[in-house]
């Protein structure tokens, strides 16, 4: 189940949508920035149904 997510990016502030595989459970990974191109960390929460509960992004460098 793909999940479409607006985030926002943690280095230049701009807000771009992604996608979220939510078939593979929760998750850590790193996408770059559609806008800066920056890594950005992401993390995933998925439930046992494989519904996204949360999302957040981190600075590679925090």
């Not at 793909?2 to 701009?14: F, K, Q």
């Amino acid at each position: 189940m793909l999940e479409n997510m607006r985030v926002h990016c943690p280095y230049c502030g701009e807000d771009f949508d992604t996608v979220v595989d939510c078939s593979a459970g929760s998750q850590h990974y790193i996408e770059d920035c559609s806008v800066c191109c920056h890594p950005i960390e992401f993390q995933a929460e998925v439930d046992g149904d494989g519904n996204l509960i949360t999302l957040t992004t981190h600075r590679e460098d925090d």
